[in-house]
């Protein structure tokens, strides 16, 4: 009866999964006009050089090494399971 399940369980969490991610907001870079500043003018924001279209200056960056370092690690520990498991199975038989 746990075989027949599987599927149902396996399908519950994808659209779960799923509605969950629907409510993400996202960060659209589009025409949309900025909303005007109430606080005090300053010569730098009130000159006619500003474009609405460019994003705005955001620094250096991030450093994302440990982001690829870690994402690298999580890859080859998943890919070492899958191989381990394909060779713990054994042989298949032939149909």
Do not use: K
């Not at 955001?58 to 520990?77: Q, R």
Request: aromatic share 6%; with cysteine; net charge negative.
């Amino acid at each position: 009866m746990a075989i027949t399940r599987r599927p149902l369980l396996t399908a519950t969490a994808a659209g779960t999964l799923l509605c969950a991610l629907w409510f993400v907001p996202s960060a659209n870079a589009g025409d949309a006009t900025p909303a005007p500043s109430t606080a005090g003018h300053s010569a730098a924001a009130s000159g006619s050089d500003l474009d609405p279209t460019t994003l705005a200056e955001t620094g250096t960056g991030i450093d994302t090494t440990p982001y690829l370092v870690g994402g690298m690690a999580l890859l080859g520990i998943g890919a070492g399971f899958v191989t381990y498991s394909g060779r713990r199975g054994g042989p298949q038989p032939a149909l």
